[in-house]
């Protein structure tokens, strides 16, 4: 089958350098709006690139721990913001050595599977890290935060997770990179996070016990000289090998699909914004 990432356009959307200001509501808002528009054929598949300051992502079934609040303030005691995304998955920590990529294809010709558009942003990842000789496994590590079937790791070092979204015939495959500073400092605050939202209580669902040295960012498993932007170039270097790429703003459209898709994420998240 030929990989997803062959498109005849891709358009490309950089949000790396919008600062403190730009959060993750905004973002999961964003690849809603895409979605819709990609899967309605308003837009050409979309290749988005963010970044978030301080954030920790939470999950749904992180709300329901027992005692989420004091989970929450023990991130907010560190200086992060919490966001509730609208989607599957657990708790995860961006920040400015973080690269988030969302990869929003359509389905109105045909139906793709889960694994399918997980895979092909497997493959992307691999070619854009090839020029520095790092490769990686993707299998889901154990004692990671957010631990899922597409963990990216390096000698059982998880440095990236990936997750989809999919609305109205579009499909969002969103990964976080940890490229630069501590992997197992993120974790540490994940794991308080747990301590504290659990106090030992037993739950009816299973949430994972981080053990933080499984965790490292792409810069100390490979000690190689990566930065967001250095990655971002090669990342636009990759893509252009599978289609033509062209940068567009929103249109009125999706506009106004943003200020809806935004508005439901605030009501979602009304309890934490401080």
């Known amino acids: 089958m030929t990989s997803l990432l ?36 308003e837009s050409a598949p979309v290749i988005r690139t963010w970044v978030h300051h301080q954030t920790v992502i939470l999950g749904i ?5 027992p005692h989420f609040q004091d989970g929450i303030d023990i991130i907010q005691q560190q200086g992060y913001h ?6 599957g ?41 090839e020029p520095h000789h790092i490769s990686f496994e993707a299998k889901e590590i154990v004692g990671s935060y957010c631990p899922g079937r597409y963990d990216l790791s390096v000698n059982g070092k998880k440095f990236a997770g990936i997750s989809q979204r999919r609305i109205r015939k579009g499909v969002a495959v969103q990964i976080y990179l940890c490229l630069t500073g501590s992997g197992s400092k993120r974790a540490e605050l994940i794991k308080s996070f747990y301590e504290q939202g659990l106090k030992e209580e037993k739950t009816r669902f299973v ?17 190689a000289s990566l930065t967001v932007q250095s990655l971002i170039l090669t990342l636009l ?20 699909l943003f200020n809806g898709y935004y508005q439901r994420i605030r009501e979602r998240n009304r309890p934490f914004i401080k």
């Open 6 to 41: 062959y498109q005849p356009t891709w358009r490309w959307i950089d949000q790396s350098t919008l600062g403190p200001t730009f959060n993750g509501m905004q973002s999961f808002a964003m690849d809603d709006t895409l979605c819709h528009s990609v899967g309605s054929g």
């Open 207 to 223: 949430y994972p016990k981080i053990e933080p040295e499984k965790m490292a960012s792409l810069e100390e498993i490979s000690k």
């Open 61 to 65: 079934q992180d709300t329901r721990l």
């Open 237 to 256: 270097q990759t893509i252009q090998q599978f289609g033509d790429i062209s940068s567009i703003a929103l249109s009125p459209f999706e506009q106004e």
């Open 82 to 87: 919490c966001v509730t995304r609208n989607s």
């Open 89 to 129: 998955g657990l708790a995860v920590v961006l920040d400015e050595g973080v690269l988030n990529i969302s990869l929003i294809f359509s389905e109105q010709n045909r139906s793709l599977s889960i694994d399918e558009s997980f895979e092909a942003m497997v493959e992307l990842i691999k070619m854009c890290l």
